[in-house]
């Protein structure tokens, strides 16, 4: 088998309701540990505050157990984090100093860098896990993206329950 049946990546929302905040990292877990089983060594994510963090934080607490599994960064600028709270530039730099590979796409933000960086994880991908609970954006875009590849999708936002109107 070639690398790349090795490879997840993981594409989500940046604000993550509270009713499913707190039931993530739970699936998030389980899901690591079954990717694993089935000989999945290198997890993508983009960087981003919110889910890519989530999974991201995750992985690198699965590393400890499973030591031959990689956290691959993408990013799509290297200032992707200039403008965020001081919260998630810190969770922001813990997971940058912890990745066993970053690769940056672009100095500073272009227009189209983040969906290129969506485009270069689905590359080489065998697999690719979101949280999307809306028809549109940059998550619902690389979920598709990865479909129309042939990657196995699974948006887990749909194992959660239902979010009540308005949140």
Request: hydrophobic share 35%; charged share 20%; glycine share 8%.
């Amino acid at each position: 088998m070639n690398q790349e049946s090795y490879t997840c990546c993981f594409t989500g929302h940046r604000r993550i309701p509270y009713p499913h905040r707190a039931l993530l990292p739970k699936l998030i877990d389980g899901m690591l540990d079954t990717l694993i089983s089935r000989q999945v060594t290198i997890f993508r994510t983009g960087g981003a505050m919110g889910f890519d963090t989530m999974v991201a934080l995750k992985i690198l607490e699965k590393r400890e157990q499973y030591p031959h599994i990689r956290l691959e960064l993408i990013l799509p600028c290297r200032d992707q984090a200039s403008r965020w709270d001081a919260y998630n530039q810190k969770a922001y730099a813990y997971v940058l100093a912890r990745a066993d590979s970053v690769i940056c796409l672009h100095d500073r933000y272009t227009s189209g860098c983040m969906l290129e960086r969506n485009r270069r994880m689905v590359q080489g991908s065998q697999f690719c896990i979101g949280y999307c609970n809306t028809p549109g954006g940059g998550s619902a875009y690389t979920l598709e993206y990865a479909k129309s590849h042939g990657l196995r999708v699974i948006n887990i936002a749909a194992m959660l329950p239902p979010l009540p109107d308005g949140k």
